[in-house]
């Protein structure tokens, strides 16, 4: 037992041997004992030199490594191969030569070297192993084991042999070296195989003559590579085998199939080193130090085992290299990808470009003032410059144009062909538009694409768009001319408003609906949707629909309904939901005022404070009656807007200009000449505003310059159309308080502003109550018209005495004179549709419609033919210098209305704010309520008790605006050929 561990553990001592001396015996190079040596005691690649001296010092050569011998010791091996454990003890034998006599030294051992290459017993004292070259002398500085002491027995050979061509040395004298050693090797009685090296570089004849030479003595040949690490450790396990029977089998392998197994693992390792550096290795600028952290990796260990740590970096900086190459060029690619953008916004279309060349474009390019927006100028090269590693700034190097000229030149050629395709394109596509609509018989609103494509093959647009783009346009065309077409088919259900007039109430049946369908199917409207008939056929029953059911929700023009623009409009314009004074007792008709105070350093702000101060809530207490006062202090220049004597907010009834001295009394002679005194004043209506002159004592003062002033105001005074100069009492207690106001002058003053503003009471009582007329007004305007909301309702809504009925959404009131009659106008406005709920309920109607619009005109035929029974008001709007242009429906509408005695006029879209426009209306509608009422109750006309009240102006004296319509010579002047146009009327309307 003891025996089979002490096998286990036997360390086999090989001797390597082969060709070896001078040049002159050996050749130029050695036949790779050393490099066999090397690369099986350590196989790394680290630990691998392919240079190994035998020409070396005296001083070398006697060194503890050489020590005198001819032999190098490598040291052990321990290998595990197959499942089996070798351990090896390995020498090489060699010759040195002095380096200055270039002839062997004489060594411990002076046989010749081919009979130390049999030498069976071999000891050196203290000699230590051999690594490399430059240990040799720098012993020191390298790891030291030391051969064995005493002599070891050589267990077996390994004859070396190399395949390779060298110079000065042919394969004869090798096979001669051969012979010779193989003859005494016999005598040993030891084990021997040939290992053939440098089998990589292997010369065809010589590895002829060693197989010859091998099966001529049938010795086992191992060929072997030991730069690329093949059959190696075969070579030595193959003796080791023949020296003890029971280390294996021996199985010698051909070195192309060891050849293809080591690409094989070199070709793995070398993938999984790769992946880590793909994987972990993107930034170029990491250095090699940064592998560090995967020294225990396997794939890392094992490509070092292989291959080495300069590999490995020579991998890695290949790797970084190619990163730094990809990156640069990809930031090309990036630049020029940009250079479309950059083009489209300097060189957006052909004609900027001209007939400049590229080189002009690019001059022209690098002086444009968006050119740094594009690029940047960069010191260097701008591959190296850190700007490519910039991830805010993608901006192109100005260089670009330099190194890659030509890459730009070709970008910019494909933008001119870019624009010059585009340009082709829009034709080509603007052609088959037209085409489209110039074929209306054949593309009809729903009519498919397929079914009209053979009408136009022969067309260029046709055939150079692609079925894409081409059914594109035809969708667009088609989205076009049917809603165009449901639009027309629409306005011919309204225009023919008398076909539906008896099926507002009626119950409907299938024999009704052919009724109206055959009445309708002469219009071209209504065959224009033929390829469309369920939508047509849908519009019609929503239109019977909407005729039984009007609402908002059932319209035709659905959020554009004028009821809900009305409801709108009234909720954002007029707040007001409280009558106005005008509105309240006759007792308390006049009792708020406005007041104006215009002065000068603060005289005006103080005036109103005081003011204030004798007021209780705005209330101000004068002769017994409460007055609700507005005050508005001016003190800088009045041609300001802000201090402007009329805002919307705020009518002056009355100013009170106050002054204490030359320079105050200035400020207000300039102040009212820049304004009510200047003829080309805006606010004409303040010609005659009440001007109360109020002097403010000053203590610096004399007697001579107040009588000056006073005199001055009193001249100003003959230019306005009414003032009153209020002097200051003479107080003496009232200076030494300090104050610069008495209350008998703002007593006086607003007492003088009263009696200037206050007219005649039109309103005596009768019977303790006031004479107030009211009218009910329907104002109807037809959805889908042109003419805004905002344009019907403002001659009502700005108006001052306008207000919203509370809890209502289309009902508001105005509060006016008619014939001296205080007079509470409540209009109900809507469309036509919701009119026909409160119709019968109004003492009159104010009808619009659109000239233009002959469903307008219809609706609203219709509509004053069911209440004709009612004073009626028709009102064309037009667009003023068009109404020409719009005559037939202009003149129908006056015919109409002529033959109901209806009245009529003629407005444009800018009807202003004149509630007075329709003043002679209400005063007919009002003459018309009390006839009828008078014929109801048999009594007799009320006495107009305002007499002296005098008439409210006109609008065209308000403005300058003419009535048309109101006088018949108007219209005449407006269409003086009119008798000369015949009257066309469009067929199948009732």
């Not at 939508?535 to 554009?560: N, V, W, Y």
């Not at 003062?701 to 006073?710: A, F, R």
């Not at 009910?776 to 018209?785: E, N």
């Not at 108006?799 to 209502?808: F, G, V």
Request: hydrophobic content about 30%.
């Amino acid at each position: 037992m003891a025996g089979k561990q002490k096998d286990k553990e036997r360390v086999f001592n090989i001797s390597v041997v082969g060709l070896s001396g001078t040049d002159k015996e050996k050749g130029s190079c050695g036949v790779g004992k050393s490099c066999l040596c090397n690369r099986f005691v350590r196989p790394e690649a680290d630990d691998y030199y392919k240079e190994h001296i035998c020409v070396i010092s005296q001083s070398d050569f006697s060194g503890r490594v050489v020590n005198n011998d001819h032999f190098v010791y490598w040291g052990e091996k321990k290998l595990v191969y197959e499942g089996q454990t070798y351990s090896f003890r390995i020498i090489e034998q060699t010759d040195f030569i002095d380096d200055s006599s270039f002839q062997p030294f004489r060594g411990n051992n002076t046989r010749t070297y081919l009979n130390r290459c049999v030498s069976t017993k071999i000891g050196s004292q203290d000699k230590l192993m051999y690594l490399c070259k430059d240990q040799l002398g720098d012993e020191d500085n390298f790891k030291k084991v030391t051969f064995t002491n005493g002599k070891i027995s050589i267990d077996g050979f390994l004859i070396v042999y190399d395949a390779s061509l060298v110079r000065q040395r042919n394969a004869e004298k090798q096979i001669e070296f051969m012979a010779s050693l193989h003859s005494l090797l016999k005598k040993t009685g030891k084990s021997y195989v040939i290992a053939v090296t440098k089998c990589d570089e292997a010369d065809d004849y010589n590895m002829h003559e060693i197989e010859k030479f091998a099966q001529k003595h049938k010795i086992l040949l191992i060929e072997t590579s030991a730069n690329e690490a093949v059959n190696v450790n075969l070579a030595f396990v193959t003796l080791v085998q023949l020296i003890d029977k029971s280390k294996g089998t021996r199985k010698v392998v051909p070195y192309s199939e060891a050849n293809k197994h080591r690409k094989i693992t070199i070709d793995r390792v070398t993938d999984s080193y790769s992946a880590i550096l793909k994987e972990h290795i993107t930034n170029y600028h990491l250095k090699w130090n940064s592998m560090k952290r995967f020294e225990h990796e396997p794939a890392y260990e094992d490509y070092i085992f292989h291959l080495g740590t300069r590999q490995a970096k020579k991998r890695f900086d290949s790797h970084v290299k190619k990163l730094k190459t990809n990156h640069q060029q990809h930031m090309l690619e990036q630049y020029l990808h940009l250079l479309p953008s950059v083009f489209d916004d300097i060189f957006p279309d052909l004609n900027i470009i001209g007939q400049r060349s590229w080189s002009e474009c690019r001059e022209s390019l690098e002086k444009h003032e968006r050119f740094e927006k594009w690029f940047i100028h960069l010191d260097g090269e701008w591959q190296e410059h850190p700007h490519i590693n910039q991830t805010l700034d993608n901006r192109i190097p100005a260089s670009i144009f330099t190194t890659h000229d030509s890459d730009c030149e070709s970008q910019f050629k494909n933008h001119i062909n870019k624009l010059c395709a585009a340009k082709r394109k829009e034709r080509m596509q603007s052609d088959f538009r037209k085409l489209l609509q110039a074929s209306s018989h054949e593309v009809m609103p729903g009519k498919r694409y397929e079914d009209i494509t053979k009408h136009f093959k022969e067309e260029e647009s046709f055939q150079e768009l692609t079925v894409d783009e081409r059914k594109e346009i035809y969708n667009s065309h088609q989205e076009e001319i049917t809603q165009k077409a449901k639009n027309d088919f629409k306005e011919l259900l309204f225009e023919c408003a008398e076909v539906f007039t008896n099926f507002d109430k009626l119950k409907l049946s299938h024999e009704h609906l052919l009724a109206i369908q055959d009445s309708l199917q002469s219009y071209p409207r209504y065959g224009a949707l033929e390829f469309l008939w369920n939508d047509r056929h849908a519009l019609l029953i929503k239109h019977l629909a909407f005729i039984q059911h009007p609402t908002p929700e059932t319209c035709i023009s659905g959020m554009h309904c004028m009821d809900l623009l009305i409801k709108a409009h009234i909720n954002k314009h007029l707040l007001r939901t409280t009558a106005p004074s005008l509105l309240q007792t006759c007792e308390d008709e006049f009792k708020k005022l406005n007041i104006l105070i215009l002065g000068q350093d603060g005289l005006a702000e103080e005036l109103s404070a005081v003011i204030e101060s004798q007021c209780c809530d705005g209330e101000y207490t004068l002769d017994g009656t409460l007055h609700n006062l507005q005050l508005r202090a001016i003190e800088g220049d009045v041609s300001q807007s802000q201090n402007a004597f009329k805002t919307e907010e705020f009518t002056p009834a009355g100013c009170i200009c106050t002054f204490s001295g030359r320079e105050s009394f200035e400020y207000i002679k300039s102040s009212l000449e820049s304004t009510i005194l200047n003829p080309e004043y805006d606010n004409k209506d303040l010609y005659k505003l009440p001007i109360i002159f109020v002097f403010a004592r000053g203590v610096l003062v004399e007697d001579d310059e107040h009588n000056e002033i006073k005199e001055e105001a009193q001249t100003m005074s003959k230019r306005l159309s009414s003032t009153e100069f209020v002097d200051m009492p003479r107080d003496e207690s009232m200076l030494m308080r300090g104050n610069k106001f008495h209350e008998k002058q703002i007593q006086q003053a607003i007492h003088a502003i009263l009696t200037s503003t206050q007219p005649p009471n039109p309103h005596d009582e009768i019977n303790g109550h006031c004479l107030m007329e009211t009218l009910t007004i329907g104002l109807c305007v037809m959805c889908g018209d042109e003419h805004t909301v905002e344009n019907i309702l403002s001659p009502f809504v700005k108006n001052d005495l306008c207000y919203r009925t509370p809890q209502t959404d289309y009902i508001f009131n105005v509060v006016t004179y008619i014939d001296d009659k205080k007079a509470n106008v409540e209009i109900r406005a809507s469309s036509y549709h919701a009119a026909a709920k409160y119709a019968a309920q109004c003492n009159g109607l104010i009808l619009f419609y659109s000239p233009k619009r002959k469903g307008s005109y219809e609706t609203m035929k219709n509509f004053a033919s069911k209440h004709d029974d009612l004073a009626i008001k028709i009102v064309a709007v037009c667009d003023g210098e068009k109404a020409v242009q719009h005559f037939e429906l202009t003149r129908t509408g006056e015919d109409f209305a002529s033959k109901i005695d209806a009245g009529f006029m003629i407005t444009g879209t800018d009807f202003g704010a004149q509630t007075e426009a329709f003043t002679p209306f209400f005063h007919e509608v009002m003459m018309h309520k009390n006839d009828s009422e008078d014929s109801d109750t048999g009594s007799e006309p009320e006495i107009d008790i305002m007499q002296n009240r005098p008439p409210l102006p006109t609008p065209g004296d308000s403005d300058g605006r003419k009535n048309l319509g109101s006088n018949p010579s108007d219209l005449e002047n407006l269409y003086p050929n009119r008798q000369a146009r015949n009257e066309t009327r469009t067929p199948g309307i009732p």
